[in-house]
């Protein structure tokens, strides 16, 4: 496992917002904050083959959230003072963290966790790129839409079905519990708790995005050919690439319903990849499921190079979550049958 830590389609008009003072250590603007003279000045590098270069090793560790708190709705920006405070902020929080060893508040039910900080964890010990947007999602609502009826029923029918019987086997449990799939790989590729990291490798028609948590390796063609037969469902979906000027587009289509949004059975989900400086890579996406939101979101986050290499994620090397998981269960089973007997 890595020692870094963890830590959408809007225009590049979002580049003329800037910031007064520059990050600290560890942390970098993302293109959002960079004024928009600079970003259209500079070339991308190329691939011997001509394609646009977003090879290297990457993070999208980001403190923005991906829905906008409610506390900010309608605010889509925050001003330049406000992101320094949030910057100084994120600074404090840390220090505390690595003083009290709690990387949440005491005796909340998220306070289980080991101390983030104690093994380089915590996302402020790794680099974070800051950007002016109050969330990840973009627009004036900056949340995901509402489940449609239909959505809500077909949820509701599902939980009800598996309803006691949560812990009956590994087969049971959540794909991430199982250390076989992760939300945060998508596509969208968004932002995780920890190890927020990914590798982009290219070669002639493919492009290949690894991310570190959790150890998947998407394979992009940009040959262009078809999506594969609609009968063919993948966890991640099946992505199809091609190049727009200096941008990466890639088009995925049949997921199953399991990943990376569960109960949605036609997830359409286009990505934007554009290395906007040396340093940067502006990430952007839109999600549709007609018939599972009552309409499409979009998003974006900045993505920014880092140094060294990507770790293997072990998740399944000494899983004692799921284990101690079941082993639980079939301890309160136990107890229960014992007092049923009596």
């Known amino acids: 496992m890595s020692r870094r830590s963890f830590a959408v389609t809007a225009a590049l008009a979002a580049f003329t917002f800037s910031v007064a003072t520059p990050p600290t250590a560890g942390q970098a603007l993302s293109p959002a904050a960079k004024p928009a003279k600079e970003a259209k000045s500079w070339t991308p590098p190329h691939t011997p083959d001509g394609a646009p270069d977003l090879e290297g090793v990457w993070t999208n560790n980001t403190a923005t959230p991906l829905q906008r708190p409610k506390n900010l709705a309608g605010k889509e920006f925050y001003t ?47 680099k974070l790129v800051w950007n002016q947007r109050t969330s990840i999602i973009v627009g004036p609502d900056g949340r995901i839409p509402p489940l449609t009826p239909e959505a809500r ?53 493919y492009v290949v995005i690894e991310t570190e948590e959790i150890h998947d390796a998407r394979l992009i063609p940009t040959d262009g050919r078809r999506h594969v037969p609609s009968t063919v469902r993948q966890w991640m979906g099946d992505s199809v690439g091609h190049w727009e000027g200096n941008t990466l587009v890639v088009d995925t289509t049949n997921f199953t ?33 007609p018939g599972m939101w009552t309409k499409p979101w979009s998003g974006e986050v900045p993505i920014s190079k880092i140094q060294g290499q990507l770790y293997e994620y072990a998740c399944h090397e000494a899983n004692y979550g799921l284990a101690n998981t079941l082993r639980g269960a079939r301890v309160a089973e136990e107890e229960a049958g014992k007092k049923t007997a009596k």
Do not use: M, W
């Open 257 to 289: 319903d399991l990943n990376p949004f569960e109960g949605a059975q036609n997830l359409h989900v286009v990505e934007r990849l554009t290395r906007v400086d040396n340093e940067t890579i502006l990430y952007q996406f839109t999600v549709e499921d």
């Open 80 to 126: 330049q003072g406000e992101l320094e405070g949030l910057v100084k902020g994120e600074k404090d929080r840390l220090a505390k963290n690595e003083e009290e060893g709690r990387p949440t508040e005491p005796g909340t039910a998220e306070d289980v966790h080991y101390d983030f900080s104690e093994y380089g964890l915590d996302r402020g010990q790794s």
């Open 153 to 205: 029923q077909r949820l509701a029918e599902r939980r009800a079905k598996e309803k006691g019987h949560e812990f009956d086997g590994p087969e049971s449990r959540p794909l991430g519990a199982r250390c076989l799939a992760r939300a945060n790989v998508g596509p969208p590729l968004l932002p995780t708790a920890y190890n927020s990291n990914l590798q982009i490798v290219q070669g002639t028609g």
